[in-house]
């Protein structure tokens, strides 16, 4: 009984302790929370310095934002229940004063307390960035896996490693760890957060599924490639850790050797000077027991994340298709219908469903489609109801009838483009004929250069290839536009090149020589050429026509009625 008596105190001491720390944390839920922020970010913007109350009301002013409004009395009053909850401890520095009434202004002086001060650090990184996306510091891992490397040939060597390098590489390499442990945890936490959504649009489905499959594959990768070598290393240094931290104990104390002789002072030590450190960074890459390592729970989280993405596309999909599931607005509806009075729950029930009362609009059904008298009005057909019927009872139409809307700006502006393309093809018509005979002399614009290339394409795609006496020649390379009134010859002339300089650049065409030259549409009144053929032979080879045509005999001519029309007009 005496024992468990003598263990009470120190078990309610170690409530109080864990009430009084946990009661820093009020503030940041109090109505005025963003008054006490203000507070505590000017006191954590100092080192070892007690402010007053007049210190404090100038530094908020300069500060602006909720803090600057506060008088005195309230600031004192916001004060006081910092101190209360441990995150302000009052000041003892002697206070020195002129006066009586600056005594009484800066004899209440504050400091901030560690707790606070840790606290407050932690709320301003949540404050910061904690919707944001972290990156994982997948390079640091490398830097860990070097320096357990390193470190284990430094343990393994003949004398043991030095003290001091020793201590550098562990501090370094629990920074490190540190560092990228923890961008691990923040970005599968912002993952878990995102993909637990289901209102993902399409474009943010597609977002997330790339950062799935390409970055967290990476980092799986990358960790799966390290995990195994890591925990290699720290199985090579772990017999060596006892005497080599025992060394570095002997060579720096640290902070440990002052406050030996202060037992209400706990010292908290830096990363890796104790075993636990170590064991806890190995059970981060090697299973112990019944705990899977946190490389195995690294697994399973991407392979969550991957079943939580593949939800997220079927609901999509059975959203498209017409069968998404109105969980959530039901249980709002639910609510809404909970706390309404009944005359609201009828008007929510008619907002919500349609259903309004019987109204006999007189629509006629169909004609051609007679339904029995037992069919339900549930699922028999339906009557489609004009807009006008269904919206204001009235089959009167309203407004008037919209005009027709005039295109005549639009087609008098596409005219005048048209003339304007016709004016530029015009001109770099006749800047090509006036270049004729001298394209190596004189350097066309861009328009008469593509018009150039546009006839001798045309005119190439014309000409027909023979062969004569050992060479190649060509025929018909001709092109014409009766538009522009211009055409183009190209001849294959062997050991002669022509040049065609423009301001876009200069083409040489080897063993062919180009002429450009005028031409005009025949002028009305001059003869039509004699055709090829006589018109028997084009008779002869016509098509069958719907009447048969009566053939000429020797006696009687045949008349221009009983030709076909085609015969006439050649005839003519």
Same mark, same amino acid.
């Given at each position: ?26 503030? =940041? ?17 100092? =080192?070892?310095?007690? #402010?007053?109350?007049?210190?404090? =009301? ?30 302000? #401890? ?5 206070? $020195? ?23 407050? $650090? ?76 289901? /209102? ?21 990768? /990358? ?17 060596? =850790? ?43 890459? +090697? ?196 538009? #522009? ?6 001849? $294959?002339?062997?050991?002669?090149? +022509? ?56 006696? +009687? ?16």
């Amino acid at each position: 009984m005496e024992g468990k008596e003598g263990n009470a105190p120190r078990g309610q001491e170690t409530d109080a302790e864990a009430w009084q720390r946990l009661s820093a944390y009020a503030y =940041l839920s109090a109505p005025e929370r963003l008054e006490y922020v203000a507070v505590m970010r000017v006191f954590c913007g100092t =080192l070892l310095a007690d #402010l007053s109350v007049p210190d404090l =009301l100038t530094r908020l002013a300069e500060r602006g934002g909720p803090g600057a409004g506060l008088d005195a009395e309230t600031l004192t009053r916001r004060l006081e229940e910092l101190v209360r909850w441990g995150n302000l #401890l009052r000041s003892t520095h002697t206070v $020195r004063a002129t006066s009586i009434s600056e005594y009484q202004r800066s004899r209440s002086r504050y400091q901030l307390s560690k707790l606070g001060e840790r606290v407050q $650090r932690d709320a301003d990184e949540v404050l910061a960035g904690a919707d944001a996306a972290r990156e994982v510091s997948s390079e640091l891992l490398a830097l860990v896996d070097r320096g357990l490397r390193e470190l284990a040939a430094l343990a393994a060597a003949p004398g043991g490693a030095d003290p001091q390098q020793a201590l550098e590489r562990i501090s370094t390499l629990f920074v490190q760890f540190t560092g990228f442990a923890d961008s691990v945890r923040d970005f599968y936490a912002y993952l878990g957060q995102v993909l637990a959504r289901y /209102d993902l649009d399409s474009a943010e489905y597609q977002g997330f599924k790339e950062l799935l499959l390409d970055y967290v594959e990476a980092i799986t990768e /990358d960790v799966s490639f390290r995990a195994p070598r890591i925990a290699a290393h720290l199985d090579a240094v772990r017999p060596h =850790l006892p005497a080599l931290l025992d060394r570095i104990d002997a060579h720096t104390a640290g902070i440990g050797a002052p406050v030996d002789g202060l037992p209400e002072t706990r010292v908290q030590r830096s990363r890796g000077r104790d075993l636990a450190d170590w064991e806890g960074m190995r059970e981060w890459f +090697t299973a112990t027991g019944a705990h899977p390592s946190q490389v195995d729970q690294l697994r399973d989280a991407t392979l969550r994340a991957l079943r939580s993405l593949l939800a997220n596309a079927k609901r999509m999909l059975r959203s498209a298709s017409g069968e998404m599931s109105r969980r959530k607005d039901l249980l709002r509806l639910a609510a809404w219908f909970d706390a309404a009075e009944p005359e609201e729950a009828h008007d929510l029930a008619v907002a919500a469903f349609g259903l309004y009362g019987a109204r006999h609009l007189g629509v006629a059904p169909d004609p051609d489609r007679s339904v029995p008298a037992y069919v339900s009005w549930w699922t028999g057909p339906v009557v489609d109801v004009p807009v006008a019927l269904r919206e204001r009872g009235s089959r009167s139409p309203r407004g008037r009838a919209a005009a027709a809307e005039d295109h005549g700006e639009q087609k008098r502006r596409l005219v005048e483009q048209a003339r304007q393309q016709a004016e530029a093809r015009q001109a770099a018509a006749e800047e090509l004929r006036s270049a004729s005979g001298r394209f190596d002399q004189v350097r066309l614009g861009a328009p008469a250069m593509r018009l150039l290339l546009e006839l001798l394409t045309t005119a190439l795609g014309n000409a027909r290839l023979h062969r004569e006496s050992g060479d190649f020649l060509l025929d018909g390379a001709r092109a014409d536009d009766a538009d #522009l009134g211009i055409r183009l010859t190209a001849r $294959r002339t062997p050991g002669r090149s +022509t040049v065609l300089r423009s301001v876009d650049g200069d083409l040489t065409a080897d063993d062919l020589t180009v002429t450009v030259e005028h031409t005009s549409a025949p002028v009305a009144g001059e003869p039509v050429p004699a055709l090829s053929e006589p018109v028997s032979a084009l008779k002869d080879s016509m098509p069958t026509l719907k009447e048969p045509v009566p053939a000429p005999n020797d006696s +009687t001519p045949a008349s221009e009625e009983s030709m076909p029309e085609v015969v006439r007009e050649a005839s003519a």
